[in-house]
């Protein structure tokens, strides 16, 4: 499973969490920069750093693929949006929380959100 990260660097720790929580080993972290330019279309920015993963067509439908969206709101909408517009469905997405036990400010994983599933459940609400 590749993880492609938009977000601070993830662990070894938060690695072997995401293993451990999926049951599959991560073969690949794509890190991508996700700064963003207030003062341009965003739309287009967002556009550009998926480009910039390089994956093809068919390795966006059809390779497991784990990603750690930006935390700016406004980028992981839109991120989201091109995603599923490249892949066919939502992906699953990391959630990371602070370690309430740390001494040193860190984050462990919380969650893999399956968000097609989500959705799948919310067209029950119709």
Known sequence: MRVINFAHPLTPENLGEVE????RPVSEVLEVPSQIDPERPLEPQIESMLDGVGLTARQW????????LPSLNYSAAVLLAQ???????FPAVLRLRPDADGLVPRFVVAEILNLQAVRERARGKR
């Open 20 to 23: 451990a929580l999926t049951g």
């Open 83 to 89: 995603l599923h517009g490249r892949m066919g469905y």
């Open 61 to 68: 439908q059809v390779e497991p693929l784990l990603i750690n």
